[in-house]
């Protein structure tokens, strides 16, 4: 059974879910049934929450969860323009390398995020992860992949609250 704080809690998120739906997709009121489905979703996968344990909350920065959303914007249109550049080229220009980067991040949800955000960068995917040392795959050398990957990094833990 529902209780009254985890109603609030459900509808507190829902709201926020929605709103960051609405930015996404610039108010467009077609897209709310799409919405809809995932919000409910989120909302009956949401893990239960022990109260009679002291665990601690999962405290989001806003300002930092602001700052992750400009960047993975920027990112994803940065990192899609340069593969359409690459790919629809006469010659493609790839000089493929892996960087092995020992992640910083303590929060498993700040690891999850960081790991699956790394594919936004430009021509970037983390190919493996062995504890806390990722390997990672990059199309060029001659990008500055591993100082991209600092700042996401850096980014995701303003989101937890984990200074690096």
Not at 3 to 12: C, G
Not at 14 to 34: E, N
Not at 44 to 72: C, E, I, M, Y
Request: proline share 4%; with cysteine.
């Amino acid at each position: 059974m529902m209780t009254m704080k985890s109603l609030r809690s459900s509808a507190k998120l829902s709201l926020a879910l929605l709103a960051f739906w609405l930015i996404l997709t610039a108010g467009d009121p077609a897209s709310l049934i799409i919405a809809a489905l995932f919000i409910v979703l989120a909302i009956l996968l949401k893990p239960p929450v022990d109260h009679s344990t002291r665990k601690t909350r999962l405290n989001l920065n806003f300002s930092g969860v602001l700052q992750f959303a400009w960047f993975f914007m920027l990112e994803s249109l940065r990192g899609g323009i340069d593969v359409s550049r690459r790919v629809l080229s006469v010659r493609p220009r790839v000089d493929a390398v892996f960087y092995d980067y020992s992640m910083r991040l303590q929060r498993p949800y700040a690891q999850q995020l960081f790991i699956s955000s790394i594919s936004l960068l430009p021509g970037t995917l983390c190919a493996d992860l062995d504890n806390q040392q990722l390997h990672i795959h990059t199309l060029d050398r001659h990008m500055d992949t591993p100082e991209g990957i600092r700042q996401l990094e850096s980014l995701v833990g303003k989101i937890f609250g984990e200074a690096l």
